[in-house]
């Protein structure tokens, strides 16, 4: 059974787009992950810790038949191979790449290494709109409406990467 999942992507340490870019690559020859479509790239203040550079976002959608905890475990995996330390006290801190398990199909999931949907996806522009991009109509499993988190959110904190290389297709 395959499963539709958003994931949310985030640098802002080196060349972020060329980070970001990366990653959509490594998700686009995963074996076990189909990835389907995916948002145009943003540029967005940093949430949290001010003193740090903006980040470049996007969101992926891919389907998989992994298990919620082998794609984390897939996604840990990306992230260091572009030289991602998970360092103590570093948890709001910048990073070469960061990429969050946003939404799987339906699922609800509470463990302590694993909250789906994403804890604070409705509060996050850099997710909400790239989300929004691909899929405008989408509900929660908790049932609110992306709309919604897109209508309490002001947008002024980030805006599109314009002339980016962005096929229409995926890029496999
Ligand atoms: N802020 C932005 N704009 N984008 C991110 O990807 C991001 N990631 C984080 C914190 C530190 C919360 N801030 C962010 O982990």
């Known amino acids: 059974m395959e499963t539709r999942c958003y994931i949310g992507i985030g640098s802002n340490l080196g060349d972020a787009v060329a980070n ?3 990653a959509l690559e490594q998700l686009s020859i995963h074996q076990q992950l189909k990835l389907d479509e995916y948002s145009r790239l943003y540029s967005s203040k940093p949430h949290g810790p001010q003193n740090q550079p903006d980040y470049v976002n996007a969101v992926a959608a891919i389907t998989t038949e ?3 905890i082998d794609l ?3 996604l840990f995996h990306i992230e260091n191979n572009h030289g991602r330390e998970r360092l103590p006290n ?3 801190g910048p990073r070469t790449l960061d990429l969050d398990l946003l939404l799987y199909g339906d699922s609800i999931i ?3 290494d694993l909250k ?3 804890p604070y ?4 522009s850099f997710v909400v709109y790239p989300l929004s991009e691909l899929n405008p109509g989408l509900t929660l499993p908790n049932g609110t409406r992306l709309q919604n988190c897109k209508n309490q959110l002001q947008g002024d904190d980030l805006f599109v990467l314009e002339n980016l290389s962005h096929p229409s297709n995926p890029i496999r």
């Open 20 to 22: 970001v870019q990366s």
């Open 66 to 68: 992994l298990p919620a």
């Open 72 to 74: 984390l475990h897939a």
């Open 90 to 92: 570093q948890h709001w």
């Open 110 to 112: 509470d463990e302590p």
């Open 116 to 118: 789906v949907p994403h």
């Open 121 to 124: 996806l409705c509060e996050r």
